[in-house]
């Protein structure tokens, strides 16, 4: 995987599927793109909720927020 955008390249991607390492659970393309991006989780946790985005995790989350 590479990061960035030199000379116009592919930053990272594509991401449809999540990748797994051998005996850990999947890492989903979000969370591989956060964590590209300097997103560190902690234990019991994952990068989305790491950079404080699992308030909004689905769409209804994001209309019942309003424009807060």
Do not use: Y
């Not at 590479?2 to 051998?22: N, S």
């Not at 560190?40 to 985005?53: H, I, N, Q, T, V």
Request: a positive charge.
């Amino acid at each position: 995987m590479e990061c960035g955008f030199p000379g116009g390249a592919l930053a990272l991607g594509p991401l449809d599927t999540p990748a797994k390492k051998r005996f850990s659970r999947a890492v989903s393309p979000i969370s591989q793109a956060l964590r590209r991006l300097g997103a560190r989780k902690s234990l019991g946790e994952d990068e989305f909720e790491a950079m404080g985005l699992d308030r909004h995790r689905n769409n209804d989350d994001w209309i019942s927020s309003g424009a807060r």
